[in-house]
């Protein structure tokens, strides 16, 4: 059993950490650029979603490379981001 473990920890723990990438940003108004807090962030490929906080900022962790994030915000019309990415991604959404 504990060779069970040392194995995961050593060999299979690290490729999991690594395949996973953080998307992460800023949903703004695109006029006065003001933060939308409350803002919906769902990504189609991976299905993951998250919500904007006070600041306008969402972070989403996903193992997709793929990504098709929509952003909506009651009262803007929906937003769509298409791309392709195998590291950490930050974004700034003017909607």
Do not use: C, R, W
């Amino acid at each position: 059993m504990k060779y069970l473990l040392f194995f995961f920890f050593i060999f299979l723990f690290p490729k999991i950490a690594i395949s996973q990438v953080v998307i992460s940003g800023f949903v703004t108004d695109n006029n006065t650029g003001e933060p939308l807090p409350g803002a919906a962030v769902y990504d189609k490929n991976s299905a993951l979603g998250s919500v904007t906080n006070i600041h306008g900022f969402f972070s989403l962790k996903t193992k997709s490379k793929e990504h098709s994030l929509v952003f909506s915000f009651v009262g803007y019309s929906p937003k769509t981001v298409t791309f392709k990415t195998t590291e950490d991604t930050s974004l700034t959404i003017h909607s």
